[in-house]
């Protein structure tokens, strides 16, 4: 873990904690859950299942994303439950990241024997 992102080491330790307590097996809405409770104990702020809007040319589309967490109001943190993580789901969390100009994304897998967790940083030019 990066000491030198305060907030990201405490986003993780919140899943490390909820990975050691369920363990791999459950279905992503089930993390989902345990980890707004981890958040809410340990005092993270968060938002979670956040409508993030798409917008072309300066119009906001129909379409949208939704994140599964905003914690600290600019880190995007997206769950899964896979037995492993491909380049689908990091994509997923870039066009987050896209979409909402935040810099900053943790993609947790719970579905592994333990806890996978990829960091992105996508900075628009």
Same mark, same amino acid.
């Given at each position: 873990?990066?000491?030198?992102?305060?907030?990201?080491? *405490?986003?993780?330790?919140?899943?490390? !904690? @909820?990975?050691? /307590? &369920?363990? %791999?097996?459950?279905?992503? $809405?089930?993390?989902? =859950?345990?980890?707004?409770?981890?958040?809410?104990?340990?005092?993270?702020?968060?938002?979670?299942?956040?409508?993030?809007?798409?917008?072309?040319?300066?119009?906001?589309?129909?379409?949208?994303?939704? *994140?599964?967490?905003?914690?600290?109001? !600019? @880190?995007?943190? /997206? &769950?899964? %439950?896979?037995?492993?993580? $491909?380049?689908?789901? =990091?994509?997923?969390?870039?066009?987050?990241?896209?979409?909402?100009?935040?810099?900053?994304?943790?993609?947790?897998?719970?579905?592994?024997?333990?806890?996978?967790?990829?960091?992105?940083?996508?900075? *628009?030019?």
């Amino acid at each position: 873990m990066d000491d030198r992102d305060p907030q990201t080491h *405490a986003i993780i330790g919140a899943a490390m !904690e @909820v990975h050691t /307590e &369920l363990g %791999a097996g459950f279905l992503e $809405s089930v993390y989902q =859950e345990a980890l707004s409770l981890e958040l809410k104990d340990r005092g993270v702020p968060f938002a979670a299942e956040v409508e993030l809007p798409i917008h072309y040319k300066g119009e906001r589309l129909v379409t949208f994303f939704r *994140a599964d967490f905003i914690c600290y109001g !600019e @880190v995007v943190v /997206e &769950l899964k %439950a896979l037995r492993t993580l $491909s380049g689908v789901e =990091e994509s997923q969390l870039l066009n987050y990241l896209k979409a909402t100009g935040i810099e900053r994304g943790l993609l947790l897998n719970f579905g592994s024997p333990r806890l996978e967790v990829k960091r992105m940083v996508f900075t *628009a030019r």
